[in-house]
């Protein structure tokens, strides 16, 4: 079974070409092809996500079509799935461009577990304590673990991820290059769309495919998403999240989470588990357990496992790890957004003043610390905001 979110990394409107979809679609041709009557290469301005006309594609979906059927996708379903689908060329650059280097494990944990996240976490706790409570007493995991989950995937909701899935899931599998792979995710979709837990227009997610606030790719949301809050619809993508942490606490619960238990803890220390080095010989150290092998259910990588144990950590108030972050306090809101603020009037581009601190931010912060000749720790911390002062 591929895991929601890691197995994914790796013309909006089909014409007569695709007789067969339904009849509806010859009339609304041209009409939303490029987006609200904006030529197409505007609209991919405004909207990278806007599907062109490729004729390719046309013939791949009239070759699909019958595997769809024969799989017991209703014509409804395929009527209205692919009245709005089309080829979306980013899906494809997405796809080919994935960085091809390697982060090292305090580089992704500086963005993975920012204080900002924390901050931002700890205010989701709050603000949905009693509904993680009863997911906790259902699934038997704690609701700060699931909330790292959730943190990590789309920062509490508020990243879930804008690209219809129904276009860049059968763009990826008519482009080929895992074409197996992203049609039975297509069909999955296909059938939860038939299911009725979500409308085609509200399908949103990943440009690959993973869906809604914890990022579900097709196949894992079928064989684990719940419907918690009793509404008849398992819904991962509206603004409650219900649904969404539930179904995040019923997959580490099915892979055998054990409530109470610790992931792990930073160096070689105790006894038990085993000790795992991410970044290789002479870097940090973790001793992990049994939890710690559920979480990379979820997502498969080392790097990804540390960051939701540790941010689980830090949402109950534990400390930052000892080498791997600032020793200084952390900046406030308001320091982040001036930070940010200072280093793009100092033309160190942070790609935005949120108060988010991550990559480009860090990036930004380490060009500054070069260029006054201080170490390059990309850091956000009070000696770096007096600095630019």
Not at 48 to 56: E, L, S, T, Y
Not at 145 to 161: L, Q
Not at 235 to 252: H, M, N, V
Request: charged share 20%; proline share 6%.
């Amino acid at each position: 079974m591929a895991t929601p979110r890691a197995a994914a990394e790796e013309g909006v409107t089909r014409r007569a070409l695709i007789a067969g979809v339904g009849m509806g679609l010859l009339a609304a041709c041209g009409a939303r092809r490029g987006g609200m009557g904006l030529p197409p290469g505007q609209a991919a301005q405004a909207n990278p996500w806007i599907a062109v006309p490729d004729p390719g594609y046309d013939v791949w979906v009239r070759a699909f079509l019958p595997r769809a059927r024969a799989a017991g996708i209703p014509e409804a379903t395929l009527n209205a799935a692919f009245a709005q689908a089309g080829f979306i060329p980013e899906v494809i650059a997405r796809d080919r461009n994935q960085a091809e280097f390697r982060r090292s494990l305090s580089d992704y944990l500086l963005t993975a577990v920012s204080d900002a996240r924390v901050e931002m976490g700890q205010q989701a706790l709050r603000r949905h304590a009693g509904t993680l409570a009863r997911i906790e007493a259902r699934y038997g995991v704690e609701a700060p673990v699931v909330a790292a989950i959730w943190g990590i995937e789309s920062t509490y909701g508020t990243r879930r991820g804008d690209v219809p899935v129904i276009s860049a899931l059968s763009t990826l599998a008519y482009e080929g290059r895992r074409a197996s792979f992203f049609e039975d995710q297509l069909i999955a979709a296909l059938r939860i769309l038939a299911r009725g837990d979500v409308s085609p227009a509200a399908m949103k997610g990943s440009w690959a495919g993973a869906m809604g606030h914890t990022q579900f790719i097709p196949t894992s949301f079928e064989a684990y998403a719940v419907d918690f809050d009793g509404d008849g619809r398992r819904d991962i993508w509206s603004d409650d999240p219900t649904d969404a942490l539930a179904s995040t606490a019923a997959y580490l619960s099915r892979h055998g989470w054990r409530r109470g238990e610790p992931w792990g803890r930073f160096g070689t220390g105790g006894t038990g588990g085993r000790v795992i080095q991410p970044d290789g010989a002479g870097g940090p150290a973790f001793r992990v357990f049994h939890n710690f092998d559920v979480i990379r259910r979820y997502n498969s990588s080392d790097s990804y496992a540390i960051a939701v144990g540790h941010l689980s950590d830090r949402l109950q108030g534990r400390p930052p790890l000892p080498g791997l972050f600032s020793s200084e306090r952390p900046l406030t809101l308001a320091e982040r957004i001036e930070l940010q603020e200072r280093l793009t009037a100092r033309g160190f581009d942070t790609g935005g003043t949120d108060g988010t601190i991550g990559p480009r931010t860090i990036q930004a912060i380490r060009d500054f610390q070069t260029s006054r000749g201080m170490a390059p720790t990309g850091f956000a911390e009070p000696s770096v905001l007096q600095a630019l002062r």
